[in-house]
């Protein structure tokens, strides 16, 4: 489990059947402190560490992960990932809960400079995952925990706003139109909806979660 907040950066490049990591000099996660079979949150992707060094780590990647998510093609570009190590019980929960288990990939519509922000534009590549966004829900953004400022109506596509702090210390500042991100929904969102649609036998049948549909089962 993870909290969308990002420790560090690494390069990511791509070694036999799996990824490895380089960590700069200095940065707050510090690989020598990273066991065997620790996780971390590669861009918002639960790994598991299968051999560390004082520069980095690696880690196996199985064919879901890599089809799922941006790894692949980031891997051979040698690009720019953000890191975070699993969340201890004694941790500040300062972002939201994120398991690290990528829903689907996003596109960067637009990015807007603001006054004192950044405007992060995006939309779903499956826009049935749109039903897990609203207005001031959490999304994780290449693993950053980051709130929607607002959205369509069906919530396919979404915009954030991002405060220079983030911006500065991730891969936000490196996303450009058209580039792929990795997205995953609030826990919660996707616990509610099982809940509700598996409460009782008649709704095995899994309908679609409209309003009437709501008020039918006592919840309008």
Request: with cysteine; glycine share 10%; aromatic share 6%.
């Amino acid at each position: 489990m993870f909290t969308g907040l990002v420790q560090a950066v690494g390069q990511l490049q791509r070694t036999g059947t799996g990824v490895e990591l380089l960590i700069p000099a200095g940065s707050a996660l510090d690989p020598a402190q990273l066991q065997l079979g620790d996780s971390v949150a590669v861009d918002g992707v639960c790994l598991t560490v299968t051999a560390q060094s004082s520069q980095g780590f690696r880690a196996d990647v199985s064919e879901e992960t890599l089809a799922r998510t941006t790894l692949a093609a980031k891997a051979k570009q040698r690009a720019w990932v953000n890191l975070e190590p699993a969340l201890r019980l004694a941790d500040r929960l300062g972002g939201h809960l994120v398991s690290g288990h990528v829903d689907g990939q996003g596109t960067v519509v637009a990015v807007e400079q603001q006054s004192a922000s950044w405007q992060l534009s995006l939309r779903w590549d499956d826009p049935t995952y749109g039903r897990y966004v609203c207005e001031k829900a959490s999304v994780a953004v290449d693993g950053i925990s980051l709130t929607v400022a607002g959205c369509s109506h069906d919530g396919a596509s979404f915009w954030i706003a991002v405060i220079p702090h983030t911006w500065v210390s991730t891969t936000l500042r490196h996303l450009r139109p058209g580039d792929a991100v990795n997205l995953e929904a609030d826990l919660l969102a996707k616990y509610t909806e099982r809940l509700l649609r598996h409460g009782s036998p008649a709704a095995a049948a899994e309908p679609p979660l409209t309003a009437a549909w709501l008020a039918d089962h006592g919840w309008g």
